[in-house]
């Protein structure tokens, strides 16, 4: 156990004299609820975010088709008794509009938004040691002061698009899902082309099917998807669900990825041919991540296990898409279900059964360039109205890499983690005194709501702890910074998806020096991640040094 030091005047700053107790970066899901905790302290806090409004990727993927993978209701705040008693979701898996709609309704309840500053962008972010403060810049040159600084910029909000010649040539409309115009964008009578295949690909070509005169898609990898089956909610429904609130946010702390679905106990092999048949076919038949994150317990950890799940959904798109050709192209070959992030899907495939849908291969027909009419492949020239790059994010700490984060003698964050994340159980990293993350890399990763809460509650009582004792200086000490690398990397083994290149594990080749594997995040899962988290705390934050 750490013993505090005693108390060095020499080094006290009337908090007064700084512009914040406080400073958080973010006004998502994660910074909203942040800043609540840290108002419920009685600090000083203030809020940055780009965006105009609060929402953080609820604000900005606002392209059409954007929506809730995972449960609403399981993605709900479930801190306020009153924020869960007066909404109502309207389907099981919510459209963007209706996320963004429920932000705004809880900052508003929170009066939250009297804290945020919003349109402005954190440029850099300074630790001061003389008065153990950050200071924090702005683009546009205004700069603030805080003791704390707690960084909730999400792992997915450093959008990236493909590394292709001539994308400034493009004289049609051409839009990242992540930065999406305020405005309806209609694709109807118009040719459209998407560029990515990932969630957000899928989720953006099953909408512009409908109604596009021809939508052609250009995939470099497939990935497994698999059916959403969303639906609403009706009143009745909505009250029920509200009775078990408690029920179901408690079954979401008992699974790894904090859903509401958990792994099947059994081996893929405990049970007969037909048994196992019939199970997969039972969860492709239900709403959710229950075929990802519900499967029989190995298929995610053993190579053997997910063969047989990944030959039974390469028989679901064989027979979903008409065409074998297209069919084939369809179904990954160079991953196995579940090891990069299930896109969940409704009537995807048949989308490609459309006369108005093509399928093209970029590993066949390679890109050449971006033109002003559309884009140049190897078989020729196909012109758009629209060209939708959905090529993804610099995920995870691609988000900090984007601010110049400075710790102790002015060393930077981004040099730091240069071989991959270093952090103290994915909130606090050694060098960084007073700086801690929410969601950072090397915490847990899942149902995001309910990750963050847990991180938030934590970083409160951490600051909350210190400021009792009146202390000013948090630092996590290099050996609990090892030992919880050290644990991360050991979590990391079991997983298939860290053997993957994904978002997941930090790779994306439109990014220079992001094209080798790492592992990113913990792999323990929820309950273990809780469990260290708690136990660092109940042991008066041994591993962390404070003065
Ligand atoms: P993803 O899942 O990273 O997908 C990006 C897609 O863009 C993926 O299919 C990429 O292919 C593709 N891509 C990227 N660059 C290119 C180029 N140059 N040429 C062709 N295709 C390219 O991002 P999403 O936005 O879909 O989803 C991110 C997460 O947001 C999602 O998992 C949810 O959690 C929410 P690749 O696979 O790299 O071959």
Same mark, same amino acid.
């Given at each position: 156990m750490t013993t505090l030091p005693s108390r060095d005047a020499s080094y006290d700053v009337p908090e007064t004299k700084l512009d914040f107790d406080a400073i958080v970066i973010g006004a998502g899901v994660s910074g909203l609820y942040q800043l609540y905790r840290l108002r419920q302290l009685g600090l000083r806090v203030r809020a940055f975010d780009n965006a105009s409004g609060v929402g953080g990727t609820w604000f900005w993927n606002r392209y059409p088709g954007a929506r809730f993978d995972s449960e609403s209701w399981s993605y709900s705040? !479930?801190? /306020?008794d009153e924020i869960l008693k007066d909404w109502d979701w /309207?389907?099981?898996? &919510?459209?963007q509009p209706e996320i963004e709609r429920y932000l705004n309704f809880a900052a508003d309840k929170l009066d939250l938004k009297r804290d945020i500053q919003f349109d402005s962008h954190v440029q850099s972010a300074h630790y001061q040691e003389d008065t153990r403060s950050w200071r924090v810049t702005l683009d546009d040159g205004q700069s603030f002061t805080a003791r704390f600084l707690v960084t909730a910029i999400g792992v997915l909000s450093a959008p990236t698009l493909p590394r292709i010649e001539g994308i400034e040539r493009f004289e049609g409309e051409a839009h990242h899902p992540a930065r999406w115009p305020d405005r309806p964008v209609s694709f109807e009578g118009k040719r459209v082309a998407v560029i990515g295949t990932g969630s957000t690909g899928v989720q953006i070509i099953q909408e512009a099917a409908k109604t596009a005169a021809q939508l052609t898609v250009y995939q470099r990898t497939p990935n497994w998807c698999a059916p959403l089956l969303n639906s609403k909610i009706s009143a009745d429904e909505m009250e029920s669900i509200r009775a078990r609130y408690p029920e179901i946010m408690a079954r979401c702390q008992e699974t790894p990825g904090c859903f509401i679905h958990g792994p099947?106990?059994? /081996? %893929?092999?405990?049970?007969t041919p037909e048994e196992r048949e019939a199970f997969f076919e039972q969860r492709y038949s239900e709403p959710g991540f229950g075929i990802w994150h519900g499967n029989f317990r190995d298929v995610l950890t053993d190579k053997d296990a997910n063969a047989f799940m990944s030959d039974f959904m390469a028989r679901k798109i064989r027979e979903r898409v008409k065409d074998p050709v297209t069919a084939e192209k369809l179904i990954p070959k160079n991953h196995g279900f579940g090891t990069r992030r299930v896109p969940l899907e409704t009537r995807y495939y048949e989308a490609y059964n459309q006369p108005n849908v093509t399928l093209i291969d970029v590993n066949e027909t390679p890109i050449e360039c971006i033109t002003p009419n559309g884009i140049k492949s190897a078989d020729g020239e196909r012109p758009f109205d629209v060209i939708v790059y959905a090529s993804g994010f610099d995920a995870i700490a691609g988000p900090f890499d984007r601010i110049d984060f400075r710790g102790i003698g002015g060393q930077r964050l981004k040099d730091v983690w240069s071989d991959g994340p270093q952090t103290f159980l994915g909130v606090l990293v050694t060098g960084f005194p007073n700086f801690m993350m929410v969601m950072g890399p090397h915490g847990g990763l899942g149902n995001f709501t309910r990750f963050a809460e847990y991180n938030a509650d934590w970083v409160a009582d951490l600051i909350a702890y210190a400021r009792q004792r009146g202390l000013t200086r948090i630092e996590a000490t290099p050996t609990g910074t090892m030992r919880w690398t050290d644990h991360v990397m050991e979590m990391s083994k &079991? $997983? $298939? /998806?860290?053997q993957i290149d994904s978002w997941m594990t930090? %790779?994306?080749?439109? %990014?220079?020096?992001? !094209?080798v594997r790492k %592992?990113?995040?913990?792999?323990?899962g929820f309950p273990q991640y809780k469990e260290q988290c708690d136990a660092v705390a109940a042991a008066a934050y041994n591993e962390i040094s404070f003065s």
């Open positions: 705040y !479930s801190f /306020s /309207s389907e099981n898996f &919510a459209g099947d106990p059994r /081996s %893929v092999f405990d049970v &079991a $997983l $298939l /998806s860290n930090g %790779v994306n080749k439109n %990014v220079e020096g992001k !094209s %592992v990113m995040r913990y792999g323990g």
